[in-house]
């Protein structure tokens, strides 16, 4: 192999250990590694005190590429799995990096327990707040506090994106308006999955804001301009219905998933749970199942303006 570099290509050589970056073959021995964890842990499901489906079934371990979220109903339970991954490791010659390995205990309106956790004998902190695949979670918050986050993400992008255009003398609004749904609105909606469901019912949000300051800003108007008379002169989509659309398309596609997939399965779970849940609760304590697309484009605010 050899390697490209300005003015041509290096000398060949040979790679006798590790595999190269992006190569087909580096998944396919991580997971022939870490086969076996899941079935492990799941036969140990009452020590490891694993959360379970409503079939009864325990729900296992999450990986994502080289992510792994351990979840237990109890802190002997996570120390189980703690002390489970930690023998997993040492007989597969595996490392976990302890400074991104994170405690966080969700307990609703609740006080967390005052729980120490250690691996390999260094402890293990606990946090509030944990950044999960780029989705933040809190302790006690629901999921919509992710959007805060998002939000910040997206005012940053949008600033970078600004300062680009500016730099090339790039001031068409029309080049600039679909720059913006090309490199901004991906970051606003990140996660949105998750998340939007409730923050659409709220009405105003900060991602909101950030679109309405990107398109006052090319108008050139008052940030007290309204808000649908700006998206009506740039001929833009509020982010609710951005976002509605990216919500039907991940319902479409768990409905087609197989059964036994973990997120076909959380979402059977959730219709479930909110069959059975209590009238009159909380938005934020609604089963995301409950906060579905037709509740949504009934009840949004935005919507109803939209109606009249």
Request: aromatic share 10%.
């Amino acid at each position: 192999m050899c390697v490209k570099v300005p003015g041509g290509f290096t000398s060949t050589f040979e790679a006798t250990s590790g595999v190269k970056q992006g190569c087909p073959l580096s998944p396919i021995l991580f997971g022939l590694y870490l086969d076996d964890f899941e079935s492990g842990l799941v036969q140990q499901a009452a020590a490891a005190a694993l959360p379970h489906w409503e079939s009864g079934e325990a729900v296992p371990p999450l990986f994502y590429a080289d992510d792994q979220a351990l979840l237990a109903t109890t802190p002997a339970g996570l120390r189980f799995q703690l002390g489970y991954l930690e023998n997993y490791c040492a007989a597969w010659g595996l490392t976990v990096n302890i400074k991104k390995t994170q405690v966080m205990v969700f307990c609703g309106r609740g006080a967390a327990g005052q729980e120490s956790f250690r691996y390999a004998g260094n402890a293990v902190d606990t946090v509030p707040t944990f950044r999960y695949l780029g989705v933040h979670m809190h302790c006690r918050q629901s999921f919509v506090s992710a959007a805060s986050f998002t939000a910040e993400a997206g005012r940053r992008a949008m600033h970078g994106l600004r300062r680009r255009l500016a730099a090339n003398g790039l001031e068409d609004p029309m080049l600039s308006m679909r720059a913006f749904k090309t490199y901004v609105l991906p970051v606003l909606s990140y996660g949105a999955e998750i998340w939007a469901p409730q923050l659409i019912l709220q009405g105003k949000s900060a991602a909101q804001q950030v679109q309405l300051e990107h398109l006052r800003g090319l108008l050139g108007v008052r940030d007290s301009a309204p808000a649908l008379t700006v998206l009506a002169e740039t001929g833009q989509l509020p982010l609710p219905i951005y976002w509605t659309l990216q919500l039907a398309r991940f319902v479409r596609s768990l409905q087609r998933m197989d059964g036994d997939r973990v997120a076909r399965l959380a979402f059977m779970d959730s219709i479930a749970l909110a069959a059975t849940a209590e009238t009159g609760l909380a938005l934020a304590r609604q089963p995301w199942a409950a906060q579905d697309v037709r509740h949504v484009v009934y009840d949004c605010p935005l919507y109803a303006e939209l109606r009249q």
